[in-house]
C-alpha cells in the first residue's frame, strides 16, 4: 500500500495514542473528522492497522517474568500444527518463525519462575517438539511499538 503524509501522519498519532478522537487527529493533520474516520477505516481494511487495544504492563497485572523459549520441530511433522499447540497455550505472547538451529522463538510471561518451569514441562510434552532452549529476561531495557519506517524520511 502506498502512504501519503496524511496517512504517515495518521499512522504516527495513532502508534503514540491509538484512542485519539478522530476530532483530535483531523485538527493534527487538517482535515475534517469524517475524512479522517473514511482514512481510519481504509488503513484498517488494507490490514495495516490491525486493531486497538489498551498496552498492558506485564508486571501490573501479576506477570513479573518474561522469557523466550527457542524451539526445535521435530523432523517430518508439521510446523503449522506445533504453531497452533503453542499458541493454544496461554502464556505465549508471541511465536516467531526464525533461521538458525532452532525453527521457533516464542515469547512467554509467567506469574513465577516456578510457574515459568510448570509451562516449560507443558511446552516440551507438545506433540511436534524435539527440544528447547531458554532464555530468561533479567529487565526490560526497551519496548516499545513497531518502527515506522517513513518516520525517518
Do not use: C, W
Not at 12 to 30: N, T, W
Not at 129 to 135: A, D, G, S, Y
Request: net charge neutral; hydrophobic share 45%.
Amino acid at each position: 500500500m502506498q502512504f501519503d503524509t496524511v496517512d504517515k501522519r495518521l499512522l504516527e498519532l495513532l502508534r503514540e495514542d491509538g484512542r485519539a478522537s478522530h476530532a483530535s487527529l483531523a485538527k493534527a493533520v487538517g482535515l475534517s473528522a469524517p475524512a479522517v474516520g473514511e482514512r481510519v477505516r481504509k488503513l484498517e481494511q488494507a490490514g495495516v492497522i490491525k486493531g486497538f487495544r489498551a498496552v498492558l504492563d506485564p508486571e501490573a497485572v501479576g506477570l513479573q517474568v518474561t522469557a523466550f523459549v527457542m524451539i526445535a520441530p521435530q523432523p517430518r511433522k508439521p510446523a503449522k500444527q506445533l504453531v497452533e499447540r503453542l499458541t493454544s497455550l496461554p502464556e505465549v505472547e508471541a511465536v516467531y518463525s526464525v533461521a538458525g538451529v532452532y525453527s521457533f522463538m516464542a515469547k512467554v510471561r509467567a506469574r513465577s519462575t516456578s510457574e515459568l518451569d510448570e509451562l516449560l514441562d507443558r511446552m516440551f510434552l507438545l506433540d511436534g517438539v524435539e527440544r528447547t532452549e531458554t532464555i530468561m529476561v533479567l529487565r526490560t531495557a526497551v519496548e516499545r511499538a513497531p518502527n515506522l519506517p517513513f518516520s525517518r524520511e
